[in-house]
């Protein structure tokens, strides 16, 4: 299917209109010479209409543009202020957000209400077509354009409709509008059809990896062994030599409490800088990973060594709670707050093998979160973990064996991912192509 849409794509990027002239406007260039080049505000207005407190509430997003809260994730909280404040907004009209600046107008989808942070944009014309101008809207040259309307630095950046409604739109005939959209509806569709296989492999790909750790640090390398039963349910049976300990007796626990915030990491430093926001999104604290902190947050106690294991002790959702990065550095790391970490016992445990250990029970710390929008666990409930314990030697056989082939489905996944990407810059470029003229579809 992808090798299709490439050949589709450089085909189509062949054709174009017989003539072009001058837009005169920057961010179009050249455009066919039937099209008409209009300003924003003889097209689309400033719309408030309020008094609605019973209409649908409505969020607005650059995913999935405006769409019922309950779509949302993390948005079933009722909004602040009084509901007869908020706009009505109705579908095929288009909202600018607090971040259009950086993914362009979003499209409505349903009637409903929205924070009157948000402009409502409604059409001033019969003869335009919602869904070309929702492709226009969201296409990179247009975005660019956008920039030059944003207001405000020190309170937050703004998109300015006074300033935007000068700018220039192109207007194809309504019959070639609507013929451009079911011409990108398909192709875009296509090619959403294959991000998704991809996506879909990848996550298929993430789990092999998870069931490879799980098998190899609960039942080793050897498929002949003799077994015997752990006691502990999620470890199942192990190896009839390996032991069952809790944590409590293998490692150090050390709970986060440095001070430094994401304001106050450094591109260099004296320490590798553990700050919760940024270790939740990585599994190893490598050379890749360059925040740092100078000796003003220094405390003996918070000191991160090679073969230490972070944990993400606090977190909005589920899913991340437990979640584990490994410390494979040399220079010495500053553990943040919302942290804690296991420092290995090395004549008892390996500190690569209970890293990997960590990413089959962390599942089991979800079983200790408390909270309602923000979950936690303590560190008691970490002391409480069981896990299989082979020989130290083995320990290490193990743990290499897992880097070794973890490296290849990482390597499998990062080529999937780039394809990805790939994809997405094929979209967004036939977009931008036929929305602004460059390539005819009709």
Not at 52 to 72: D, K, M
Not at 140 to 147: A, D, G, H, V
């Amino acid at each position: 299917m992808e090798e299709t849409i490439k050949n589709t794509l450089v085909a189509e990027r062949k054709q174009s209109y017989e003539r072009y002239k001058d837009s005169g406007v920057e961010w179009l260039g050249g455009i066919p010479e039937h099209w008409e080049c209009i300003r924003m505000k003889r097209l689309y207005r400033d719309h408030s209409e309020k008094n609605f407190p019973n209409a649908e509430l409505l969020s607005v997003t650059q995913n999935q543009g405006v769409v019922p809260r309950s779509w949302v994730e993390n948005r079933m909280v009722m909004p602040s202020g009084a509901l007869e404040a908020f706009k009505l907004i109705k579908e095929g009209d288009f909202a600018i957000s607090l971040r259009s600046f950086e993914g362009g107008l979003e499209y409505c989808h349903y009637t409903g209400i929205i924070s009157p942070a948000y402009t409502v944009l409604k059409k001033n014309r019969s003869d335009l077509s919602e869904q070309f101008y929702k492709y226009l809207f969201k296409s990179f040259s247009f975005i660019s354009e956008l920039q030059t309307s944003v207001v405000g630095i020190r309170e937050g950046k703004n998109i300015s409709y006074p300033e935007l409604s000068y700018s220039f739109l192109p207007v194809p005939s309504i019959e070639e509008q609507t013929a451009i959209a079911k011409f990108l509806d398909d192709k875009t569709a296509k090619i959403d059809q294959a991000i998704g296989i991809k996506e879909q492999q990848i996550a298929l790909l993430k789990e092999r990896k998870q069931i490879l750790i799980h098998k190899a640090v609960t039942r080793g390398l050897d498929d002949n062994v003799k077994l015997k039963d752990s006691g502990v349910e999620w470890i199942g049976e192990i190896p009839e030599h390996w032991e069952v300990k809790k944590l409590f007796g293998l490692c150090q626990f050390i709970r986060g409490n440095s001070t430094f915030s994401k304001d106050e990491l450094l591109n260099n430093g004296q320490y590798v800088a553990l700050q919760y926001g940024k270790t939740y999104k990585v599994d190893e604290v490598d050379d890749k990973f360059n925040f740092y902190v100078n000796d003003e947050f220094y405390k003996d106690s918070q000191i991160v060594n090679r073969g230490d294991t972070i944990f993400i002790s606090t977190s909005e959702t589920i899913e991340d709670l437990g979640h584990s990065a490994f410390y494979n550095r040399n220079d010495l790391g500053l553990l943040g707050g919302e942290q804690m970490m296991l420092k290995p016992n090395i004549e008892k445990i390996h500190g690569h093998y209970l890293y990997f250990s960590s990413k089959v029970f962390s599942k089991e710390l979800r079983k200790f979160a408390t909270g309602i929008k923000v979950f936690r666990f303590n560190i008691n409930d970490l002391k409480t973990i069981y896990i299989a314990v082979p020989p130290l030697s083995e320990q290490k056989e193990i743990s290499e064996y897992i880097e070794t082939a973890s490296q290849k489905i990482e390597t499998a996944i990062s080529i999937k991912q780039q394809e990805i990407e790939k994809l997405k810059e094929y979209k967004s470029s036939l977009i931008n192509s036929v929305v602004t003229g460059k390539v005819k579809v009709c």
